[in-house]
């Protein structure tokens, strides 16, 4: 049996809409939601209430019919957008938050900046071309859609930005140097955010993930992996929900007076 499915029934996604949902009448916009995190944030938002804005390169069509089949949802063309489109490029932001505008109208609650790649390699092998795409998914996207939703949010005087940082942005890793440059960036971009739009009640934090095993990890020398479990304090890695249920906090007011803060689910791994 594998981690994931040895875990605990509240590590479970609901597979229905929250009796008392904690995003209710809020729009989000999700990166990278065609898969991994992102797909566990979409499904948990919706649970809970939340129309989403499903953004990544290849489209999201294993998300929306997860979407789909959860109980409450009678149409999930309702209460979903699938938009394919390259974060990283300005003149793509315009033509997503039109479709975003169009679809949902002018409101935007939450946005949550997921999208991610690795380029892994010594840095002496690195090229310059390897270091710029990772760059420009993890955090130049990041950049490009904060400012895009902050005037949304302005005008709201309200809204919650959510970075998709890593452990490996607060203690590097080598072979991922351009990986941890980009996710440090993020915690320090998450801080500055938080200091100019605090004021308006624009709150902005990050999360850092640490060893979450997935479909990946099942496929990896399974020694391995219970090596890097053991040197959990939990003992375990941690699932996408466990992300995702993170994510669900900071986007809800349960987290009101949190901001510019980077929450670890790491099993402990950094304290």
């Given at each position: 049996m594998s981690a994931i499915a040895s875990l605990p029934e509240h590590h479970q996604p609901l597979g229905r809409l929250s009796k008392e949902p904690r995003l209710a009448k809020r729009v989000a916009i999700i990166t990278g939601a065609s898969q991994g995190f992102g797909?566990?944030?979409?499904?948990?938002?919706?649970?809970?209430?939340?129309?989403?804005?499903?953004?990544?390169r290849r489209g999201c069509d294993a998300t929306m019919k997860i979407l789909s089949?959860?109980?409450?949802?009678?149409?999930?063309?309702?209460?979903?957008?699938?938009?394919?489109?390259?974060?990283g490029k300005e003149d793509m932001i315009k033509i997503l938050y039109a479709k975003v505008e169009e679809k949902f109208g002018p409101a935007?609650?939450?946005?949550?900046?997921?999208?991610?790649?690795?380029?892994?390699?010594?840095?002496?092998?690195?090229?310059?071309?390897?270091?710029?795409?990772v760059m420009n998914t993890n955090?130049?996207?990041?950049?490009?859609?904060?400012?895009?939703?902050?005037r949304t949010m302005l005008k709201a005087r309200s809204g919650s930005i959510i970075?998709?940082?890593?452990?490996?942005?607060?203690?590097?890793?080598?072979?991922?140097?351009?990986?941890?440059?980009?996710?440090?960036?993020?915690?320090?971009f998450t801080k500055s955010v938080a200091q100019e739009l605090g004021?308006?009640?624009?709150?902005?934090?990050?999360?850092?993930?640490?060893?979450?095993?997935t479909e990946m990890t099942?496929?990896?020398?399974?020694?391995?992996?219970?090596?890097?479990?053991?040197?959990?304090?939990?003992?375990r890695g941690g699932a996408p929900i466990d992300v995702a249920n993170a994510t669900v906090f900071l986007a809800s007011d349960m987290s009101a007076?949190?901001?510019?803060?980077?929450?670890?689910?790491?099993?402990?791994m950094l304290m």
């Open positions: 797909q566990a944030i979409a499904i948990r938002f919706v649970e809970e209430g939340c129309k989403v804005v499903l953004v990544s089949t959860i109980e409450g949802v009678a149409n999930v063309d309702d209460i979903a957008l699938d938009v394919k489109c390259d974060i935007l609650h939450v946005l949550v900046n997921n999208a991610g790649i690795t380029r892994d390699t010594l840095l002496m092998r690195m090229s310059e071309q390897q270091w710029d795409e955090l130049k996207s990041a950049f490009n859609l904060t400012k895009a939703v902050q970075n998709m940082s890593s452990v490996v942005g607060i203690k590097g890793n080598a072979g991922q140097a351009n990986y941890a440059a980009s996710k440090a960036g993020l915690i320090g004021s308006r009640n624009i709150r902005c934090n990050a999360i850092a993930p640490g060893f979450i095993e099942e496929a990896l020398d399974q020694k391995v992996v219970q090596e890097w479990r053991n040197g959990i304090p939990l003992k007076y949190v901001t510019g803060q980077t929450i670890h689910v790491c099993g402990g």
